[in-house]
């Protein structure tokens, strides 16, 4: 059949016309079908994001442990059967809310550090103006003694569920009762009282165990840097006087009750139902989680939770990275610090790849790196006093300071303490001037015992090896 022309050019214009809605149509439906698939896997990454985080809170629930700041108040109770002291401490420290005292015990701590620790028994200016101020310590100093012939619990009165904004002043007044006991060791030493000293060191850690059972981060840092405070006086000690073997004895066994494996444990549930509450807070809240008044109001926290996590995925990275440093903990401090390294890796690689959608974790998680730290620095600290007091029981039997961990293994030391950074065995450096116990540090690398603050220090005891004056 013959097609005329007028039905050709029909016929070409329809082609066309086809042609050009199909042009069109094309992209739109190749942009339709990436809109599908990007909603299908936006839709399956939020189902499991949501199975995981579902997996986390149910592997909390299911020991018992605080998810939110509304359970970790809940359980900060004081241990059954044991006399709480709490009442007695805050009573005793009530003086350094007298902002007159706590000035002057600034000024004269730098006196105490000015006094030499060799026996001396000379009256000073130094030494008049540091016993007046005792003077006015005499009930903390009367009632720290109390505390080496009991077992005890506290539970101080502040509320956990605000948790970053949760005030702490008791911590700082139990640091500056430490700094006051400090001062009475000094003085005790300058006078050659040295039973007195041991008792006051002794006193030191007893008020650093009435922190112990406190959840809060900023509390156990405080503890932290008590026990630190401790393992200087002893350096002060062993290198300037002569101890008593059953003195020895007794400053050994207060160290090894040291459990900061434990408390570590405690301070990383914590932490976690602390990071996990602010996961459910709006995204702009974070900035304010420590100071805004909205954040310390108890209403705001309690309706946001019942909201749940803004970010589900974010929130199951915050809970699976603590349920790894909780199972870290259970065997030591160096394998937290060991965990913790690789999760502080993979939380830099989120940032650097998709730092906007897990805004919480990229927030919350690396100032976290600052308590493992100190917990390390302490435990290495704790560890090296005990090798170090092992050293001055050899000492006082050999008349000679010991040169290698064979002299101390097994007769003074059951073991070679762990470096919680390293993992490896504490390095032992004995020299005409000093005998030094250390870990490596944080870069592990030994700096043949370098105390110099800063990242790169290594940690550990000093002792001057020379025989008291």
Same mark, same amino acid.
């Given at each position: 059949?013959?097609?005329?022309?007028?039905?050709?050019?029909?016929?070409?214009?329809?082609?066309?016309?086809?042609?050009?809605?199909?042009?069109?149509?094309?992209?739109?439906?190749?942009?339709?079908?990436?809109?599908?698939?990007?909603?299908?896997?936006?839709?399956?990454?939020?189902?499991?994001?949501?199975?995981?985080?579902?997996?986390?809170?149910?592997?909390?629930?299911?020991?018992?442990?605080?998810?939110?700041?509304?359970?970790?108040?809940?359980?900060?109770?004081?241990?059954?059967?044991?006399?709480?002291?709490?009442?007695?401490?805050?009573?005793?420290?009530?003086?350094?809310?007298?902002?007159?005292?706590?000035?002057?015990?600034?000024?004269?701590?730098?006196?105490?550090?000015?006094?030499?620790?060799?026996?001396?028994?000379?009256?000073?200016?130094?030494?008049?103006?540091?016993?007046?101020?005792?003077?006015?310590?005499?009930?903390?100093?009367?009632?720290?003694?109390?505390?080496?012939?009991?077992?005890? &619990?506290?539970?101080? =009165?502040?509320? +956990?569920? /605000? #948790?970053?904004?949760?005030?702490?002043?008791?911590?700082?007044?139990? @640091? %500056?009762?430490?700094?006051?006991?400090?001062?009475?060791?000094?003085?005790?030493?300058?006078?050659?009282?040295?039973?007195?000293?041991?008792?006051?060191?002794?006193?030191?850690?007893?008020?650093?165990?009435?922190?112990?059972?406190?959840?809060?981060?900023?509390?156990?840092?405080?503890?932290?840097?008590?026990?630190? &405070?401790?393992?200087? =006086?002893?350096? +002060?000690? /062993? #290198?300037?006087?002569?101890?008593?073997?059953?003195?020895?004895?007794? @400053? %050994?066994?207060?160290?090894?009750?040291?459990?900061?494996?434990?408390?570590?444990?405690?301070?990383?549930?914590?932490?976690?139902?602390?990071?996990?509450?602010?996961?459910?807070?709006?995204?702009?809240?974070?900035?304010?989680?420590?100071?805004?008044?909205?954040?310390?109001?108890?209403?705001?926290?309690?309706?946001?939770?019942?909201?749940?996590?803004?970010?589900?995925?974010?929130?199951?990275?915050?809970?699976?990275?603590?349920?790894?440093?909780?199972?870290?903990?259970?065997?030591?401090?160096?394998?937290?610090?060991?965990?913790?390294?690789?999760?502080?890796?993979?939380?830099?690689?989120?940032?650097?790849?998709?730092?906007?959608?897990?805004?919480?974790?990229?927030?919350?998680?690396?100032?976290?790196?600052?308590?493992?730290?100190?917990?390390?620095?302490?435990?290495?600290?704790?560890?090296?006093?005990?090798?170090?007091?092992?050293?001055?029981?050899?000492?006082?039997?050999?008349?000679?300071?010991?040169?290698?961990?064979?002299?101390?293994?097994?007769?003074?030391?059951?073991?070679?303490?762990?470096?919680?950074?390293?993992?490896?065995?504490?390095?032992?450096?004995?020299?005409?001037?000093?005998?030094?116990?250390?870990?490596?540090?944080?870069?592990?690398?030994?700096?043949?015992?370098?105390?110099?603050?800063?990242?790169?220090?290594?940690?550990?005891?000093?002792?001057?090896?020379?025989?008291?004056?």
């Amino acid at each position: 059949m013959r097609v005329s022309d007028g039905n050709k050019s029909g016929l070409g214009r329809y082609a066309r016309s086809r042609l050009t809605l199909g042009c069109l149509l094309s992209p739109l439906l190749l942009l339709l079908m990436v809109l599908l698939v990007a909603a299908i896997g936006c839709w399956m990454h939020l189902r499991r994001s949501h199975n995981e985080l579902v997996q986390e809170i149910a592997s909390v629930r299911e020991t018992g442990r605080p998810l939110t700041t509304i359970d970790l108040e809940l359980l900060y109770k004081p241990e059954p059967g044991l006399p709480d002291v709490t009442a007695e401490l805050e009573r005793v420290l009530r003086i350094l809310d007298d902002k007159e005292v706590e000035d002057s015990l600034a000024r004269v701590r730098k006196l105490g550090d000015a006094l030499r620790t060799t026996p001396n028994r000379e009256p000073t200016p130094e030494l008049a103006e540091i016993e007046r101020l005792l003077a006015r310590f005499e009930q903390l100093l009367a009632f720290a003694p109390s505390l080496l012939d009991r077992e005890f &619990t506290t539970r101080f =009165s502040y509320d +956990l569920t /605000l #948790g970053f904004a949760s005030s702490t002043p008791h911590a700082f007044r139990m @640091l %500056q009762g430490t700094q006051v006991l400090g001062l009475q060791l000094r003085v005790d030493l300058y006078c050659g009282r040295t039973s007195e000293a041991v008792n006051r060191l002794l006193q030191q850690l007893a008020m650093a165990d009435t922190l112990g059972n406190d959840p809060n981060a900023i509390p156990q840092i405080v503890r932290l840097v008590i026990i630190r &405070t401790a393992v200087t =006086s002893l350096e +002060l000690l /062993l #290198g300037q006087q002569e101890v008593e073997e059953q003195d020895l004895t007794r @400053l %050994q066994s207060a160290f090894q009750k040291l459990d900061l494996r434990r408390s570590l444990q405690f301070t990383i549930r914590a932490e976690r139902a602390m990071e996990y509450t602010c996961c459910t807070w709006p995204v702009e809240s974070l900035a304010e989680s420590d100071g805004d008044e909205k954040t310390r109001n108890r209403d705001f926290i309690e309706q946001n939770l019942a909201r749940g996590p803004r970010y589900p995925w974010d929130a199951a990275v915050v809970l699976k990275s603590f349920r790894r440093l909780d199972e870290a903990a259970e065997s030591s401090v160096h394998a937290v610090v060991r965990e913790w390294n690789a999760v502080s890796d993979e939380c830099r690689t989120r940032i650097k790849r998709a730092g906007r959608t897990y805004p919480y974790s990229s927030v919350l998680l690396p100032p976290f790196s600052i308590t493992i730290k100190q917990f390390a620095m302490a435990d290495a600290q704790g560890g090296a006093a005990i090798a170090a007091i092992a050293a001055a029981r050899f000492r006082k039997r050999t008349q000679r300071w010991p040169a290698t961990w064979q002299e101390l293994v097994p007769e003074y030391l059951p073991v070679i303490p762990l470096d919680p950074f390293s993992g490896q065995e504490m390095l032992l450096r004995l020299s005409s001037e000093s005998l030094k116990i250390y870990s490596v540090g944080e870069n592990k690398q030994d700096e043949s015992g370098s105390w110099q603050e800063g990242e790169f220090a290594d940690v550990g005891v000093a002792i001057e090896v020379g025989k008291p004056e």
